[in-house]
């Protein structure tokens, strides 16, 4: 167990629809990194959360949004899903200083959309 | 803004035996660069790191790699592969200022180990 804390771990849902994926980050981190991963376009870089603030925006769709909380637990919602958007979704987390150290990923949320 | 290229999409090797997996950087900044692994149907596990120092970086599992600023490498190499080492392999790279960072991904290295 890595401490990082994804859920659901598999969603199946059809397309045109909206979902939410959950990230509880390890004790102690303060930012929260949402990346996806799949076939064609391998680990890809969505967004990063520090302490409730975006703090760097990558790849995302604007069908896509995510939000930090006070307790540090972050939310990727996307919407309006397409056959492309079924991939692996990790949330990874850090602390201040932990970019000289790496994240620590979750176990991923696998996305099918049918 | 930096990059990673990882030279080989799969690499199949017999077991015992040694291994590199390949990885180059581009970045006009000092960077932090990693090693991560992924098993089958799982997230991905930090193997090893540079961050500054010594070149020769050791990580869990056996494994070590060795920062090459001249090259702008940054190669994984395991002296004697088990089975078990069969999976995904991943470069990453981190410019990283402050809070604002993100990892940037190499496509991945497929690690097959066969006896």
């Known amino acids: 167990d890595s401490g990082v804390t994804q859920t659901p771990k598999h969603l199946i849902t059809a397309t045109g629809q909206r979902v939410t994926l959950r990230c509880s980050p390890r004790?102690?981190?303060?930012?929260v990194y949402w990346y996806q991963q799949s076939l064609d376009q391998g680990l890809q870089f969505l967004i990063q959360?520090?302490?409730?603030?975006?703090?760097a925006k990558g790849n995302i769709l604007e069908r896509f949004s995510a939000q930090q909380f006070p307790d540090l637990h972050s939310e990727l919602n996307l919407s309006s899903l397409e056959l492309g958007d079924s991939a692996l979704y990790f949330c990874?987390?850090?602390?201040?200083?932990?970019?000289?150290?790496?994240?620590?990923f979750g176990s991923g949320t696998r996305l099918t959309v049918v | 803004a930096q990059s990673v290229t990882q030279l080989d999409s799969q690499v199949p090797v017999f077991e015992e035996a040694p291994v590199e997996l390949r990885c180059n950087y581009s970045?006009?900044?000092?960077?932090?660069l990693f090693w991560y692994v992924q098993y089958p149907n799982q997230g991905l596990q930090l193997l090893l790191k540079?961050?500054?120092?010594?070149?020769l970086v050791k990580g869990i599992n056996g494994f070590e790699a060795e920062f090459n600023k001249s090259q702008t490498s940054f190669h994984l190499r395991k002296p004697s592969v088990h089975i078990s080492d069969t999976a995904e392999y991943f470069c990453?790279?981190?410019?990283?200022?402050?809070?604002?960072?993100?990892?940037?991904f190499g496509t991945g290295t497929r690690l097959q180990v066969t006896l």
């Open positions: 540079y961050l500054s120092g010594s070149t």
């Open positions: 959360y520090y302490n409730g603030e975006e703090r």
């Open positions: 990453a790279v981190t410019r990283g200022s402050g809070t604002a960072s993100k990892l940037t």
């Open positions: 990874a987390s850090s602390a201040l200083s932990g970019l000289r150290y790496g994240y620590t």
């Open positions: 004790s102690g981190d303060l930012s």
């Open positions: 970045s006009s900044v000092s960077v932090y």
